[in-house]
């Protein structure tokens, strides 16, 4: 494991300040929030950053506040907090189950929602460092290879899936990130912050190297709304999902008034399913328009000569996820 | 680079130079000399090297020292008191909960953990809260076993509780 210099910027202007100032050096730096990914990485040398910019001291970002414009949470607060806020449990509950789904609660303690929503992708080749897209190489050693959790949707040329639980959840509350940079500020809504391979190969979202995601904005939570968090994994706990689903719905009178459905681990980004959506506003939700959405939700899917499973999986997950949500 | 940070580790204060790529696990035994946490798959999947940091249960291979500045750590070494075991370690040994012992400690401050949190957990509560914990000798049913005893017998003290 190579050696670092590590600083502790004392606001998130200065740490885009010192990312900035170590990138003109000739410098790698990376940001460090509560660590796990990035010490993961680092002992497994697929990163060697000169400059650990450590986000420790900036104690105001450890803060969930609500105000009337709804709520701020700040990207150092852990998952573990995340998911037993009170009001994140009651009025944001997809947000609450999915960052209580994350990993093991030792890993909950430390790491942070901003942490989560930026790892890097868990395939299986990158993590082994294989010169892939991801890497700087010059393709996706999944496409021939071991492709059993990869993407059914939004492939290409990289075929990794995007792991975090709680950005599907986001993207489901239509939360908006605010992220500092050297020169300034800039809030981007979740739903444009992730990037596709086919846009930008090296990276999962639109973070330059010099900016920080420092809070994510809630919305007001809706009356009458209702949410979950459903994460499908290969064993009963302590991995990544195989497939997950965020949902929030809004039901007056038995009537779905406003839908977003959100898959996890299926696209290198969260991946929202929009006509799945236009096909339960206005409706009841019974039996028939859940099977109606769940093959919907499927349509589009271009599986991989292993994961083709996920296909009848998705499927499934979201025609019943619906009908527990409605019912 | 080194850097000097400050830990309470088991209630005492310890000023340590250490080099930024210290692991806090490697600081503990290393450098303090407390070799009753262990280390087991390094990448923060098993649980065997979990410490309690600001009374909260972390992997401590996963964690650098120099992320620890200045925070309060308990590791196994810091239950008992003088010769008398913490309950949890007592139950631990009465009711058989553990086999090779590798993950023993990281199982013993992990439940501790749970204990100061909710003195009456039920099987479910102490399955999810010790999920991270993996024991490869697969002794998991003895191991709630020595929680619920614990449990048990820290409820039974009641007031008179000693803490222990």
């Known amino acids: ?327 | 680079m080194t850097y000097t940070i400050r830990l309470n580790v088991n209630g005492k204060e310890h000023t340590v130079e250490v080099p930024s790529r210290r692991l806090l696990i490697d600081c503990l035994r290393y450098d303090l000399g407390l070799t009753g946490t262990k280390e087991g798959c390094s990448v923060g999947v098993c649980g065997a090297c979990t410490v309690l940091m600001d009374g909260k249960p972390i992997s401590s291979c996963l964690a650098l020292a120099l992320f620890a500045d200045g925070k309060e750590i308990v590791t196994v070494e810091g239950l008992a008191r003088e010769d008398r075991l913490d309950r949890v370690q007592q139950a631990f040994i009465d009711y058989g909960g553990f086999q090779c012992g590798i993950c023993t400690p990281g199982m013993v401050v992990t439940a501790k953990a749970l204990l100061d949190e909710n003195p009456d957990p039920s099987v479910d509560e102490i399955k999810e809260w010790m999920m991270g914990n993996l024991c490869r000798c697969t002794g998991y049913y003895k191991v709630i076993e020595s929680i619920q005893g614990a449990a048990r017998r820290k409820r039974q003290a009641g007031d008179s509780d000693e803490g222990l």
């Open chain 1, 1 to 327: 494991m190579k050696s670092f210099t590590n600083v502790n910027p004392k606001d998130p202007q200065e740490a885009a300040a010192l990312l900035k100032k170590a990138i003109e050096k000739g410098q790698t730096a990376s940001l460090a929030g509560g660590g796990s990914d990035l010490l993961g990485m680092i002992k497994d040398d697929l990163v060697g950053p000169d400059v650990v910019v450590n986000l420790k001291g900036l104690s105001a970002l450890r803060e969930i506040e609500s105000h009337s414009q709804g709520v701020r949470i700040g990207g150092l607060v852990t998952l573990e907090e995340l998911s037993q806020h009170p009001l994140i449990r009651s009025q944001y509950t997809v947000l609450a189950e999915a960052a209580g789904t994350v990993a093991t609660p030792q890993i909950r303690n430390v790491g942070t929602v901003a942490g989560n929503i930026c790892q890097r992708p868990w395939c299986w080749y990158f993590r082994q460092g294989f010169p892939c897209f991801k890497h700087g190489g010059d393709r996706c050693y999944s496409v021939v290879g071991q492709n059993q959790l990869h993407a059914i949707f939004g492939g290409g040329p990289s075929f990794i899936v995007h792991p975090s639980d709680t950005a599907p959840a986001l993207m489901a509350l239509e939360a908006r990130f605010r992220i500092v940079g050297p020169h300034g500020e800039r809030v981007v809504p979740a739903s444009e912050f992730f990037i596709l391979p086919r846009e930008d190969v090296s990276r999962e979202n639109v973070l330059e190297p010099d900016e920080v995601l420092v809070e994510i904005e809630l919305p007001p939570a809706v009356q009458n709304g209702r949410s979950t968090y459903v994460k499908i994994m290969d064993r009963e706990a302590w991995t990544h999902a195989v497939l997950s689903v965020a949902m929030a719905l809004e039901i007056n009178d038995g009537v779905c008034r406003k839908a977003r459905v959100v898959l996890g681990a299926v696209a290198p980004i969260p991946w929202r399913l929009p006509n799945v959506e236009r096909i339960l506003v206005g409706q009841r939700i019974t039996a028939d328009l859940a099977g109606d959405a769940g093959r919907a939700a499927v349509s589009r899917a271009q599986p991989l000569a292993k994961n083709g499973y996920k296909i009848p999986l998705t499927e499934a997950l979201v025609r019943r996820t619906l009908l527990s949500l409605a019912g």
